[in-house]
């Protein structure tokens, strides 16, 4: 949104405007100044300077309704496909292959026996039968198929297309360790959490073009090192780590992943030529995953909860970005953004969901003017920091400051705060410039009157109107736990006076599987370092019964509640509302996050898992993920909340 002022403002608005500016700059004498004096009357802020309304949300940018590649959304359900289903380019070779008869039929010698229809061609559409996977010969067949056949490929130099249908699942890469005994052993990825690069046979293969539309899941390493200019992938639900990661030189400009969920550490970083990134669906997203995507100009995520540190570090000309349902933001998440002398760079950046800003997680954005935040209610350390353009940050809900908080914010004219003032760090307003800086509240001013703005007590403090609230401010939750504390203090969490009575008590030193009580057939599963939900039977392998086996002990923070451990040690704990599986590292923050109290389910011997640190939340499953939800008092929640333990499975 661009700089809102009214333009003819009423005479009261600026009588009083000069007033409250009157009052609050004859306060600020120093750090011994009353904050009654230095409490300024109400005024109407934005009137004639210039500022944006704080009342208006600013909306999402018009480029995520109006630019086709980022307005799509679409529903994709697998059926099993032959050819003529699909409308295929111009030039593309068609072939039936049935997986069962690889022994005797390997689909290179079917290749080879097409050489010459393949000579003419640009593209190959792979249809299988007889099953929905590829064997090691069969996919390097494949991916060399258009390569030199000094290279084991058959010379076919037009090829750049390859589209593969009743494909369900695909091998993933292995990771270049110093002792992987691989080619590529040692090599190094350049940062991110993975630091090797991951082999696979898509290195320097022929294709440009991929269509795995039928694909379930992308794993990890499945295609770093690519060279792809296109991709398509629609009933993928999840990315694994470094799974496009490391594509420097690949032409890959807009991603579309119409069914993606959850998207894993590195996936694509250093994807230098995306431009246009749409995930409609998408909840998580890990660390680094969009680092160093510096040419990424849109990203539109409407769903998305949680982005994890670095997620979109280096995006130097990133414009706008959708994100209204993000409520944790990660260290460093934007970072090096835009250039204010040629006018890039977001400008507005809108927040509306959001709770939780880790450290540095929006610093550096040079164009950046204004920061819309109505649900924030934590900022860590240097989190809204070094922003060279920033002049408004509308956060009402803001209850937790920690040091540095908008240190280095030259031009940061309003701080729109609410009716209470927040906690502070000593050095919560730590380089900020009190000449500038107007702090604006809407509560009573008794409230503030001991409110000092610790590390610079001369920022003057303004009472704004009542009617410039928002008419639906929405409500802050709970803050995730923060991947860092910001300084001496501890996170803050809601605070529980006493263990609430109505407990449901569980036998502890055994295990026990969890049934979902709304899915029957589905129990809470430790499934790489994740929980989920998923469906389980008793002819299932063993190891998948066994994920699903859980040893309950007494709680690591509260003995009267309890903890989980999944069949390799790692406890059962959220971060970031996210359940997951980790080690124990003995900290006291990570004793809170696993720890649950039981409490009754809807249907006899049921429980509800409450969470110790977070009590107005329980785990819920959610598209077989599973989250710390805010509880709700309908019986379909209870239902879809609730868990019946039963011997292991």
């Known amino acids: 949104m661009s700089d809102k002022g009214f333009a003819n403002p009423s005479a009261r608005h600026l009588a009083l405007a000069v007033l409250a500016t009157a009052v609050a700059v004859c306060g600020a004498q120093g750090p011994a100044a009353s904050a009654t004096v230095r409490t ?9 300077t210039g500022l944006p309304d704080p009342v208006k949300d600013p909306g999402a940018d018009p480029v995520f309704s109006s630019d086709g590649d980022l307005s799509r959304k679409e529903t994709y359900t697998y059926r099993p496909s032959a050819p003529g289903d699909h409308a295929l380019p111009p030039g593309t070779f068609t072939l039936s292959y049935d997986v069962s008869q690889a022994a005797r039929r390997p689909l290179k010698a079917e290749l080879v026996k097409a050489r010459a229809e393949l000579a003419h061609s640009t593209g190959i559409a792979l249809y299988l039968t007889g099953g ?54 040692g090599q190094i990825a350049r940062g991110g959490r993975s630091p090797y690069l991951w082999h696979n046979g898509w290195w320097g293969s022929w294709v ?24 398509s992938f629609k009933a993928a639900r999840t990315v694994g780590a470094m799974a496009f990661g490391h594509g420097p030189y690949a032409k890959l400009s807009v991603l579309y ?25 998408v909840r998580t997203i890990d660390d680094f995953a969009f680092d160093d995507a510096s040419r990424l100009r ?23 970005v959708n994100l209204p349902e993000l409520r944790y933001m990660g260290i460093n998440c934007f970072d090096l953004n835009g ?63 920690g040091p540095r908080v908008f240190a280095r914010d030259p031009q940061l004219r309003a ?76 996170a803050v969490s809601p605070s529980r006076t006493s263990t609430p009575p109505a407990t449901a008590g569980l036998p502890t030193g055994v295990r026990r599987s969890f049934r979902s009580v709304g899915t029957p057939e589905a129990f809470i599963q430790a499934s790489r370092g994740r929980a989920r939900l998923a469906a389980i ?44 599986f980790d080690r124990g590292d003995g900290s006291a923050l990570f004793k809170k996050d696993a720890t649950f109290y039981a409490r009754p389910g809807s249907i006899t011997g049921s429980v509800i898992l409450e969470s110790f640190n977070y009590p107005d939340r329980v785990v819920l499953p959610r598209n077989g993920q599973l989250w710390l939800a805010p509880r709700q008092a309908t019986a379909a929640f209870r239902a879809a909340s609730s868990f019946q333990p039963v011997s292991p499975l």
């Open 257 to 281: 992943l119409p069914s993606v969920t959850e998207i894993g550490a590195n996936a694509f970083r250093r994807n230098q030529y995306l431009t246009k990134v749409n995930l409609p669906r």
């Open 537 to 580: 039977r008793e002819e299932d392998p063993v190891a998948a019964r066994q994920a699903a086996g859980l040893r309950i002990v007494p709680g690591l923070a509260d003995p009267q509640g309890y903890s989980f451990i999944g069949p390799d040690g790692r406890y059962l704990r959220h971060q970031h509302f996210r359940l997951r």
């Open 208 to 231: 440009r073009h991929l269509v795995l539309d039928d694909l379930q899941d992308i794993k990890p390493g499945s295609f770093s090192n690519h060279n792809f200019a296109s991709v």
């Open 132 to 185: 929905t996977a590829l064997n090691d010969a069969d996919l390097r067949a494949v991916q060399t198929v258009g390569n030199p056949e000094s290279a084991g490929g058959l010379g076919l130099t037009k090829l750049n297309r390859l589209h593969v249908y009743n494909l369900r699942s695909l091998q993933g890469g292995t990771e270049c360790t110093p002792g992987s005994g691989l080619a590529c052993a």
């Open 415 to 490: 701080l729109y705060l609410g009716q209470k003032p927040p906690v502070q760090d000593p050095a919560a307003f730590a380089g900020t410039d009190p000449a500038k800086l107007i702090i604006y509240y809407t509560g009573d001013t008794s409230a503030w009157a001991s409110f000092v703005p610790a590390g610079s007590p001369r920022i003057k403090l303004v009472k704004r109107n009542a009617d410039a609230t928002p008419s639906a401010t929405p409500s802050a939750a709970s803050v995730p736990s923060p991947t860092s504390t910001p300084g001496p203090s501890a």
């Open 339 to 401: 250039n204010a002398a040629a006018g890039t760079g977001i400008k507005v950046l809108r927040l509306p969901s959001l709770q939780a800003l880790d450290k540095n997680a929006v610093v550096r954005l040079a164009s950046l003017k204004e920061l819309y935040a109505p649900a924030l209610t934590t900022a860590w350390h240097d989190s809204i920091s070094d922003n060279a353009s920033l002049t408004s940050v509308y956060a009402p809900s803001l209850s937790r400051l």
């Open 40 to 48: 300024g009357a109400s005024a109407a802020p934005y009137g004639g």
């Open 298 to 320: 849109y990203f539109n995520a409407p769903e998305l909860e949680s982005i994890g540190r670095n997620g979109l570090n280096d995006s130097h000309v990133l414009e706008a």
